[in-house]
């Protein structure tokens, strides 16, 4: 029987306290991983999902950091290997939020903070933990895009512009450390279903575009990102992985 073993590996999830990412962070355990818990501002909650993580009877650590600034990210890194060890596995997944609007109404500052956090985390989590997972040989980067990379729908400028740039790094990234074992893939999800988040709101013509006519659930999405940190997906690289129902399908 074929399974997701992920023990004796350690995974940092930024942006752990959301709402994908307290469920990434709990599959990812669930596995068998050792989890640092990456927040930004919310410790109180950052602080309870790694209790629930070492209620599993998994190593946890929190690590409070800023994913746009090289000296936080270089000091969570520190943190990380201190009480963890090398990370073998990092999952890139918080991204700042704002107010969407028309590309001739959106504030000019949103797009900086779009391109800060997609794209600079990116830069900076590889200059953090990739080193590491080169010298070993072994190694997973995966990282959180949208299926609006592709739709590119009104009012979604500022978010597609830092996803569609992020994946241009990551494409990038898996070419220079594919020889030496290291993944870098992205998962790409649609309008998901999570625990505070219900779908009693989705319109009709949404789900009139969606190959399977319902929304994901964020489970469904974590499950994809366990497949990506596992060695079932040892031969998967540069790849953007749609986990939306079909409501997106990157043609060749």
Same mark, same amino acid.
């Given at each position: %029987?074929?399974?997701?073993?992920?023990?004796?590996?350690?995974?940092?999830?930024?942006?752990?306290?959301?709402?994908?990412?307290?469920?990434?962070?709990?599959?990812?355990?669930?596995?068998?991983?050792?989890?640092?818990?990456?927040?930004?501002?919310?410790?109180?909650?950052?602080?309870?999902?790694?209790?629930?993580?070492?209620?599993?009877? !998994?190593?946890?650590?929190?690590?409070?950091?800023?994913?746009?600034?090289?000296?936080?990210?270089?000091?969570?890194?520190?943190?990380?290997? +201190?009480?963890?060890?090398?990370?073998?596995?990092?999952?890139?997944?918080?991204? @700042?939020?704002?107010?969407?609007?028309?590309?001739?109404?959106?504030?000019?500052?949103?797009?900086?903070?779009?391109?800060?956090? #997609?794209? %600079?985390?990116?830069?900076?989590?590889? +200059?953090?933990?990739?080193?590491?997972?080169?010298? !070993? +040989?072994?190694?997973?980067?995966?990282?959180?895009?949208?299926? #609006? @990379? %592709?739709?590119?729908?009104?009012?979604?400028?500022?978010?597609?512009?830092?996803?569609?740039?992020?994946?241009? *790094?990551? !494409?990038?990234?898996?070419?220079?450390?594919?020889?030496?074992?290291?993944?870098?893939?992205? *998962?790409?999800?649609?309008?998901?279903?999570?625990?505070?988040?219900?779908?009693?709101?989705?319109?009709?013509?949404?789900?009139?575009?969606?190959?399977?006519?319902? !929304?994901?659930?964020?489970?469904?999405?974590?499950?994809? *990102?366990?497949?990506?940190?596992?060695?079932? @997906?040892?031969?998967?690289?540069?790849?953007?992985?749609?986990? #939306?129902?079909?409501?997106? %399908?990157?043609?060749?």
């Amino acid at each position: %029987m074929i399974s997701i073993d992920l023990s004796g590996k350690t995974v940092v999830v930024t942006g752990a306290t959301g709402e994908l990412g307290r469920v990434m962070s709990r599959t990812l355990a669930k596995a068998g991983a050792d989890v640092a818990v990456h927040c930004h501002a919310n410790r109180a909650k950052a602080d309870a999902l790694a209790k629930e993580l070492r209620d599993m009877g !998994r190593r946890a650590l929190v690590v409070q950091a800023d994913v746009a600034d090289h000296d936080s990210v270089f000091a969570m890194r520190d943190a990380v290997v +201190k009480e963890l060890g090398q990370p073998h596995v990092i999952v890139n997944n918080a991204v @700042s939020q704002y107010a969407w609007t028309t590309v001739l109404e959106q504030n000019e500052a949103d797009y900086e903070s779009q391109f800060r956090t #997609c794209v %600079m985390q990116s830069v900076l989590m590889a +200059k953090a933990f990739v080193p590491a997972m080169v010298e !070993r +040989k072994w190694g997973r980067v995966i990282a959180i895009n949208t299926e #609006c @990379s %592709m739709q590119c729908w009104p009012n979604q400028s500022a978010y597609v512009s830092g996803k569609r740039g992020m994946d241009g *790094v990551l !494409r990038v990234l898996a070419r220079e450390v594919g020889p030496s074992g290291v993944t870098v893939n992205q *998962v790409a999800p649609g309008w998901t279903i999570s625990e505070n988040r219900g779908g009693d709101d989705t319109p009709q013509w949404y789900l009139d575009r969606v190959a399977l006519g319902r !929304r994901g659930f964020d489970q469904e999405i974590a499950n994809a *990102v366990a497949f990506l940190a596992s060695d079932l @997906s040892s031969f998967i690289t540069g790849a953007y992985v749609p986990v #939306c129902g079909g409501n997106v %399908m990157p043609a060749i």
